[in-house]
């Protein structure tokens, strides 16, 4: 299975999470210690429970990715150097060394994003999580929540103003840009003129249920605000 879906009531707003999973068929071997698996490496850790949350606050249908982005990253371009990483954050994964890409691509990367397709909604809402801090380049990484983007703010301006006015400390295109990576939402969201959040909240902060919740609480709101301001205007994309 390469997509979990939560069903929803509104089809004006999706939400879809690239790195719900740490799941590892059983029929690949990565060749690592499964300690990995719960690392920011193979999960964008606590994003499930939080969309899961959303969705229900929201009645928005969702799609969670179900497999680890160590086994292939649903996130990234069928030609690009990381869609199966040999090293991630300083630690080698060997079992994808002489992998061919094309039977991982036809097996879960073209079916998550052909059920993406399959949705028109009016905003897309992507859940991911950053690590407070790389294992590699360390540093800490303070914003309680990024907003990231390529070309179309449109729907990340509105959500930072938001976020500010709350006194929550939000990172604009960080920890990293959508400039650089945003394969899903250049895709799906500005290939089709089509407006979008994509959140980025640091993972010590909805690692359980409560912070899950909680973070919920705070961004169902601001999603319902965004796609009512969107709506009352028709501003072209930046």
């Keep these: 299975m390469t997509v979990e879906r939560i069903d929803g009531h509104d089809p004006g707003l999706l939400i ?12 690949i071997d990565l060749g690592i210690d499964p300690v990995l698996l719960e690392k920011h490496i193979a999960i964008d850790i ?21 497999v680890s982005r160590l086994v292939i990253d649903l996130h990234r371009e069928p030609d690009h150097h990381g869609l199966i990483p040999h090293v991630s954050d300083g630690h080698v994964i060997p079992g994808n060394a002489s992998v061919d890409p094309a039977d991982r691509i036809a097996r879960f990367h ?12 009016e905003l897309f809402v992507a859940v991911h999580s950053f690590t407070p801090e790389l294992e590699e380049r360390p540093g800490a990484r303070p914003w309680l929540v990024g907003l990231l983007y390529n070309h179309d703010d449109r729907a990340a301006r509105i959500a930072l103003d938001l976020l500010g006015a709350a006194g929550i400390l939000a990172g604009d295109n ?19 003129g089509i407006p979008y959040l994509m959140f980025e909240v640091r993972n010590d902060l909805i690692r359980d249920e409560a912070g899950a919740t909680h973070w919920a609480d705070i961004l169902a709101p601001i999603v319902v605000d965004v796609r009512n301001r969107l709506a009352q205007t028709t501003p072209s994309a930046t």
């Design 16 to 27: 879809v999470v690239d790195h719900a999973s740490a799941h590892v068929p059983e029929d």
């Design 46 to 66: 606590g994003t499930a429970p939080l969309a899961r949350a959303l969705a229900a606050r929201l009645d928005a249908p969702a799609l969670l990715g179900a």
């Design 110 to 121: 073209t079916p998550w994003h052909d059920a993406i397709a399959a949705h028109r909604p």
């Design 174 to 192: 960080e920890p990293y840009s959508g400039r650089l990576l945003n394969y899903t939402m250049n895709r799906h969201a500005e290939g089709n």
